[in-house]
């Protein structure tokens, strides 16, 4: 080797894992990485795009004498190595990766795989596919902070960077950050005097168990699933008519979580509750799951074949990605160029699926190639399952060999199912046993990302090669195995993060955290996180006194703006009568594949026609003008008025003080008390000097203003306008 | 390895005029010290200001595209693809090397070769042949650069159209202009860098202008004419609109408070996107308010379709990237079924106007050399009978054209068969299409990527070449 020893070491420290120096290059942490990244597209499993025969991501074929006689990997021989040659060369036309492919290897990457052939050429199994193995709770040696095994995971990372957490947060904030994590809602001033009042550790466990035991909590946690299971109350594409047993699903959800049902039991009802349980209604609405998918045919197309390749390629590919954590979607057409899975494994997964078909029946349907009328869905075994094709390029018109249903090969118990029968059954157990390594360590990794806003795996749906690697590889497995052995028990799960030091960390971070870990992977604080879409909706209704609370249900059809119809082809929105119905938590609102609402959609609402993985949360001006100028918040910012008005008995000093633990969850300061009050006497003059009639003004219709003079009013409005465009309102600590 | 150079530093007092008017010192100091500009190439785009300009990958030749979507479908046989053989063996079969087609609503085998009723002239220097139902586009045939030999094979309406406006026929990935928006940044102080305008409904709704996996950010924004030409431009009534910068002062007062002890550079993002926001309030009325054109520009353009052109070509002087027009949709389509002949002939009309206008403007206003104007629908028409005289869809041939922006004009590329049933000289398909497009933005199609489950996605998925013959 041509680069001095020392020179070397600092380098390779440097591409390693920062702070920590290895003694060993180990194949998954380091090598892997480099090689999906620069060699895998052509030297990997697609056998379709493998160049020269040369397969490098499994060690057998890598350490082969090749046809021209030269081996790629000589292990413990890197001077005999092709590979060490090629990637060294500075010959145009032997150089790889090649020129055209504008991958680059660093100086540090190459002295990876040397050191790597070197020390052996050992090969690991991709992390994720390996079996999930209780690691040790880690030492730390500041014994004082940890609360429970979590928190040993994290300090141990911590002490490592040479980071310390963050101070406990402040208890109101504590509640504010638990109330909306759990529930999706604002803390009430009620329940924050109640908790400011005698803040101990008894009191943290009460208003935990308190949250976790609500139906809101259900609501919350279902519209998370909601996401991966992209869920629609409609068809979408050119009809998009409507799914009347869509929001059943939903309503599960909502129950499955409020009552805590084991995940094992969740995940299988949503696979094969009817293969299952047969007969039980709650395991029928479950496996609604499968039904509620987008249908990409138009009008007047009738075939039957596509439709329903349709069908299956939709419910294997959101299997893969919400339970599997896998993007199985890419061998529709061809092996996965990073991923061990192949055509025969995807369309494996739809055979198990063929076991059964996706029935509609339009409800009032006048038939026709524009029929809009609503569909009634069901999942119905077949008498004999259907013949699957592996297909080229995933067309229908060209397939390749018939298809035999199986579980994904490369992982345990994979394999040609032994039933011909109740398919999803056999999937829908596969799934939820002990030895699958990846579904408990997605499900784990999803609570804590909607939890602190990005998982451990930041690739949520992502769990292959392409994916990220853990930050906390141990913790996960730790919290997965944790899940298993507690009998699939998730509130165990969110009892532990949430009572953790590590969640009850103050959103300060330091100077030093803030340079050292700005994508707080280290989490040496809580990260503050905007509020999503709904829960923004829902906050709005909640302070504002309007949230109709009422649970379960069929979609509701809020109004919406003439301009948001102009582009809907089928419009046939016909709100719901009942204006109370409108002011319900946004997860009962109907979602429409071709038209997201608008206020929704403005903050980033989710895709509904592939699972998504998680929410952006983008910062542009559109979301400002939907706040300060929809039509919606003046209907919030008038409610709140009349509701602070009514409260304070027209004090307006009274009125501050309680619209702060309201719309904030804290008390007001001194001098905010004072600029609130200075903004609204300035705004009664204001409006005092071109007093407009009274139907001009902001306030009128709330009749339970008494006495309200008519400048004053209008003033309190625009404040409480101003209050709910806030960033502490739209943020959480 | 990104070093810091000239013009970047140049790119640097865009970004913050662009995000910087109104806003505190602290914010500012904070907002200077996180980079807010990533190469195009770079895989995730910043979350502080995503919209702040980017440099291309390359030299560019286009700074804007107005992109005019006919939605349903010309016939490129009665426009710009002239086809003598047809006349020769009008009413009979076609020939059995055609019978394979796959159509949505008819046997090709079945139907009847039916010839145009449009006479063709060889119009400016270049002789390029259009139809007579384009009498003033006949006047800037020297500007155009027409491509005869489109083709792809998604034969109904909606993925079609998902394909020509985000390279996949299935709902999901990113329209060109989102690709744009992402790649290239805002150069628009005011506005919003991708602005869409319909007058009426379109078969796969507004997902078509949509960002897919691309922040949403990037997605375009639908103007319509009149007093609100984006949503919530305007108080609702009962709010009064001078109050609008004491309620907003207030607002970021309380801010600015919060951000100063949080050190968090989203929240100082997020008090610059309320001063974008007050701007664009008066921006944008601004921007699509024609009567600030005089007499003879507007009697140029008319009304109609031709207005959108107008407020297209205001919206490209005040620096917005990327205005979509589609024209078309609901019973005022493309779609001849039925009735070709004076079905295409009435759409022709409304388009012919505005098409030449814009084309004449640009130009004078030496706006055209780098506003590429193009011009398409998601596929022709069959060169054979539907019905008694209708024509059904077809994507295995068609034509399209391109101006400015660096292509060549007066040049036709490619060729149809004799009859105009598929593409038979130099091909070109929707990812070469779009691959060009890029192109002339300066961004190559193959580098400008989102990773995204997994994978590195493309507007041009794993295809596409640039079309070279059609570059000036």
Not at chain 1, 364 to 371: A, F
Not at chain 1, 680 to 705: F, G, H, M, V
Request: glycine fraction near 8%.
């Amino acid at each position: 080797m041509k680069t001095p020893g020392r020179l070397f070491l600092a380098v390779l420290a440097g591409v390693l894992a920062a702070g920590q120096a290895f003694a060993q290059v180990r194949f998954n942490r380091d090598v892997r990485p480099i090689l999906s990244e620069n060699c895998l597209s052509c030297h990997g499993p697609d056998a379709g795009k493998r160049k020269a025969k040369l397969r490098l991501d499994e060690r057998d074929s890598a350490v082969q004498p090749a046809e021209s006689g030269d081996t790629a990997i000589v292990p413990g021989r890197p001077e005999a190595s092709a590979l060490v040659e090629r990637i060294e060369s500075t010959d145009a036309d032997e150089v790889m990766p090649p020129r055209k492919s504008r991958k680059h290897l660093t100086a540090a990457q190459k002295e990876v795989l040397k050191r790597w052939i070197a020390e052996g050429a050992k090969y690991e199994a991709h992390w994720a596919f390996t079996p999930i193995q209780r690691p040790e709770v880690p030492a730390v040696k500041d014994q004082s902070w940890p609360r429970n095994p979590v928190d040993h995971f994290i300090l141990a990372r911590l002490e490592a960077e040479n980071l310390a957490p963050a101070p406990p947060a402040a208890p109101e904030t504590l509640l504010r950050r638990l109330t909306f994590g759990v529930k999706g809602l604002p803390p009430t001033p009620a329940e924050l005097m109640a908790f400011a009042a005698a803040h101990d550790e008894a009191s943290y466990q009460a208003v935990l168990g308190r949250l976790l035991a609500s139906t809101q909590y259900g609501e919350h946690w279902a519209r998370h699933w909601m996401d991966l299971t992209r869920y629609a109350d409609s068809a979408g594409y050119e009809l998009d008519y409507l799914f009347t047993e869509a929001s059943r699903y939903r309503d599960w959800l909502v129950k499955s979580f409020a009552a805590n049902k084991p995940m094992d039991r969740f995940i299988q009802e949503q696979i094969a509750g009817d293969e299952l349980w047969p007969g039980d209604e709650q395991a029928a609405d479950g496996v609604l799951f499968l039904t509620i998918g987008p249908r990409r045919f138009e009008g007047g197309i009738q075939r039957t074949k596509e439709r329903e390749n349709e069908w299956l390629t939709d419910v294997a590919d959101t299997t893969g990605a919400a339970f599997l954590g896998v993007t199985l979607g890419c061998t529709r057409c061809h092996d996965h160029k990073f991923d061990p899975w192949t055509q025969n494994d995807y369309y494996g997964l739809q055979a198990i699926f063929a076991d059964s078909e996706l029935q509609e029946t339009r409800v009032g349907s006048k038939g026709g190639p524009g029929d809009t009328s609503p569909a009634r869905l069901r999942v119905a075994p077949r008498d004999q399952p259907d013949v699957v094709q592996v297909l080229r390029r995933g067309e229908v018109e060209m397939p390749l060999r018939e298809a035999v249903a199986s579980l994904p090969a490369v992982l345990p118990g994979g394999g040609p199912l032994p039933a011909e029968k109740q398919r999803r059954a056999v999937l829908a157990r596969w799934l939820t046993s002990q030895r699958n390594p990846l579904v408990a360590r997605v499900l784990v990794n999803r609570v804590w990302q909607w939890t602190f806003g990005q998982g451990l795996v930041r690739t949520a749906s992502d769990f292959g090669r392409q994916g990220e690697a853990p930050s906390h590889p141990e913790l996960l497995d730790w919290l997965a195995s944790e899940l298993i052995e507690s009998g699939w028990d998730l509130r165990h799960i969110q009892r532990l993060i949430l009572e953790s030091a590590t969640y009850r960390q103050s959103s300060f971070s330091s100077e030093q955290a803030r340079i050292a870990d700005p994508g707080h992977r280290w989490l040496a604080g809580f990260p503050r996180r905007r509020l999503e879409a709904e829960e923004l909706r829902d906050a709005l209704l909640a302070v504002s006194g309007m949230l109709n609370p009422k649970s379960f249900g069929p979609p509701v059809i809020p109004p919406v703006e003439p301009w948001a119809l102009a582009a809907l082809r089928n419009t046939h929105w016909g709100p719901t009568k009942d204006e109370n119905e409108w002011r319900r938590r946004s997860l009962y609102l109907v979602v429409r594949r071709s038209m997201k609402l608008p206020f929704l959609e403005a903050f980033n609402s989710p895709d509904t026609v592939n699972s998504c993985a998680g929410r952006d949360s983008t910062v542009v001006p559109s979301q400002a003008l939907a706040l300060l100028n929809g039509p919606d918040t003046l209907t919030y910012a008038r409610a709140l008025a009349g509701r602070l008005w009514t409260q304070s008995g027209g004090d307006a000093g009274a009125a501050v003080s309680q619209a702060w633990p309201l719309i904030f969850g804290r008390s007001v300061r001194a001098d905010e008390c004072a600029h609130a009050l200075a903004f609204l006497a300035d705004r009664e003059a204001e409006w005092q000097k071109t007093l407009p009639e009274p139907e001009a003004l902001p306030t009128t219709i709330s009749p339970e203003w008494p006495n309200l003079p008519a400048a004053r009013g209008a003033a309190w409005v625009e404040w409480c306008l101003a209050l709910l465009n806030t960033d502490e309102f739209i943020y959480v600590d | 390895m990104w070093t810091e150079s000239s013009s970047s530093l140049l790119r640097r007092r865009d970004w913050l005029r662009h995000v910087g008017g109104g806003l505190g010192g602290i914010a500012l100091a904070s907002l200077l010290t996180r980079d807010g500009w990533l190469r195009a190439d770079e895989p995730a785009a910043p979350l502080l200001n995503p919209l702040a300009p980017r440099p291309p990958h390359f030299a560019p030749k286009a700074r804007a595209v107005i992109y005019l979507f006919m939605h349903g479908g010309p016939s490129h046989v009665d426009t710009f693809d002239p086809k003598p053989a047809l006349t020769a063996f009008d009413g009979q079969s076609p020939p059995e090397q055609f019978h394979d087609l796959k159509l949505q609503f008819t046997d090709v085998k079945k139907q009847k070769l039916m010839a145009s009723h449009q006479t063709f002239t060889r119009c400016g220097q270049s002789g390029i042949e259009i139809c007579h139902s384009l009498p003033r586009l006949q006047q800037c045939a020297d500007e155009l650069c027409v491509i005869r030999s489109m083709h792809h094979d998604v034969f109904n309406h909606t993925p079609a159209i998902w394909l020509l406006n985000s390279g996949s026929p299935l709902p999901g990935r990113a329209s060109l202009g989102a690709w744009l928006s992402y790649g290239l940044g805002s150069t628009a102080d005011n506005l919003p860098a991708f602005v869409v305008m319909h007058a009426r409904p379109l078969k796969p709704g507004p997902g078509v202008w949509g960002s897919g996996f691309l922040p949403a950010v990037y997605q375009g924004t639908p103007i319509g004419s009149g007093p609100t030409p984006i949503p919530h431009l305007t108080p609702p009534a009962a709010l009064r609109e001078d109050h609008q910068r004491a309620i907003l002062d207030y607002v970021q007062d309380l801010n600015r408070d919060h951000a100063a002890e949080r050190h968090d550079s989203e929240l100082d993002a997020r008090i610059a996107s309320y001063e974008l926001a007050f701007r664009m309030q008066s921006a944008a009325p601004e921007a699509v308010d024609l009567g600030r054109e005089t007499a003879a520009t507007r009697d140029l353009y008319g009304d109609g379709f031709g207005e959108q052109c107008l407020i297209a070509r205001r919206l490209v002087e005040r620096g917005v990237r990327c205005v979509q027009i589609y024209h078309g949709g609901d019973s005022e389509d493309w779609d001849t079924h039925g009735n070709n002949e004076s079905g295409q002939a009435k759409r022709l009309g409304e388009v012919d106007q505005g098409c030449a206008a814009l084309l004449q403007d640009l130009r004078q206003r030496g706006l055209l050399d780098d506003t590429l104007v193009v011009w398409t629908g998601e596929f022709g028409r069959t060169p054979t009978t539907e019905g008694k005289n209708g024509r059904d869809h077809n994507p295995y041939g068609y034509s399209m054209w391109l101006a400015g922006g660096g292509v060549r004009g007066g040049y036709v590329h490619g060729a149809t068969d004799e009859l105009g049933f598929r593409a038979a000289e130099n091909p070109v398909d929707v990812h070469d299409l779009n691959a060009t497009l890029l192109h002339q933005f300066g961004l190559d199609h193959e580098k400008l990527t989102w990773r995204h489950e997994g994978r590195d996605f493309r507007l041009t998925d794993v295809f596409g070449n640039v079309v070279k013959d059609v570059l000036a």
